[in-house]
């Protein structure tokens, strides 16, 4: 069956209809958090999809917004599907009861084809709950055994990087983001990985993402800089001093458990979150000497021009690890 055109296969009219609309939407917000990856071949060639469902929470509330995830999905994997294929599950933070979570699982059942089924070679599930996996259980009997023999249950990242995909340990791992990397140590009685404290080289390493010229980006560096595009930092609200102390909390707890963000309209608890990250680095971004140096520059008798400013900004890189510096010129871009 692999390998088979799209003529060869029963689409509903919806799945039709959905690859048409695709060819004029622009899906570039997406690619911002791994909801769906392609991260290259397994050791037989075949292709394998990274599935990681809890990012959908972050529109779980808005029906358009869970309507065009679903169209990124399709984008992502049409063409991948149409031969065999291995899928990567993780169920961390993930609620499929949840009612808008049950009708976007049912709409996948109901519109897509049948060669995701026929030709998944291997589903690999990370992190199953009890509930899916007593859920799975009790929809044996509905399923062919021929499927089931499809089916592995992972607790350990590790034994992907065996037997799925073989990569580096660090470039296997910031394939999974903080929140499934969590979920692992906390199932194994682990202390978890922070964000907030944690070295800078640290979060490059484990949670780097790739944005454009920049490479091992920190998510929650990358995450905070968009909101901040966004919502606009010319407004002077953000330097008063007051802030929401729960919206802080609850941002700050957010973003150090892995929990999916849902859009920010507010900018002074993001701008204050954005600070207390970079306060919290057990090393100052541009260095004790730099901070030193910059702060000298401000307290002088004449006013330093931004040109100044950014002119010494630049010298210091020179003295700075390079993980250091891209991620000072991400945030100065």
């Not at 570039?28 to 075949?46: A, C, H, V």
């Not at 404290?197 to 920190?218: H, K, V, Y």
Request: proline content about 6%; charged content about 25%; hydrophobic content about 40%.
């Amino acid at each position: 069956m692999a390998g088979r055109n799209r003529g060869d296969w029963s689409y509903t009219p919806e799945y039709t209809r959905i690859l048409e609309s695709n060819k004029k939407l622009d899906f570039s917000t997406f690619q911002e958090y791994p909801l769906i990856q392609k991260i290259g071949l397994d050791p037989d060639g075949r292709p394998v999809l990274i599935f990681i469902p809890c990012f959908l929470r972050r529109q779980q509330d808005d029906a358009d917004a869970l309507d065009r995830a679903f169209h990124y999905l399709v984008h992502e994997t049409d063409d991948v599907v149409s031969s065999e294929y291995v899928l990567v599950y993780c169920h961390s933070k993930m609620n499929w009861l949840e009612p808008n979570m049950f009708t976007f699982l049912r709409n996948c059942y109901d519109v897509l084809p049948r060669k995701y089924k026929k030709n998944i070679a291997k589903l690999y599930i990370v992190h199953a709950s009890f509930t899916l996996r007593t859920l799975f259980a009790f929809s044996r009997p509905f399923m062919s055994e021929k499927f089931w023999k499809k089916v592995v249950y992972v607790d350990w990242l590790d034994d992907l990087m065996q037997n799925v995909i073989q990569l580096g340990e660090g470039e296997f791992r910031r394939l999974f983001p903080h929140v499934v990397q969590r979920e692992e140590a906390l199932a194994h009685d682990e202390i978890p990985p922070s964000i907030f404290g944690a070295p800078l080289d640290s979060l490059c390493e484990r949670t780097g993402q790739s944005i454009g010229d920049f490479q091992q980006i920190p998510a929650v560096l990358v995450m905070l800089t968009r909101e901040l595009e966004a919502v606009g930092l010319d407004n002077p609200v953000i330097f008063r001093v007051f802030c929401d102390a729960g919206k802080l909390y609850e941002l700050v707890g957010d973003l150090d458990g892995g929990e999916p963000i849902v859009a920010i309209n507010d900018v002074v608890p993001l701008w204050v979150t954005f600070k207390l990250f970079l306060d919290c680095l057990p090393h100052p971004l541009l260095s004790y000497h730099g901070y030193t140096e910059l702060e000298a520059i401000q307290t002088k008798g004449t006013k330093p021009s931004a040109a100044e400013k950014l002119k010494t900004v630049h010298r210091l890189c020179e003295h700075l690890p390079s993980f250091a510096v891209n991620c000072m010129l991400f945030v100065l871009d």
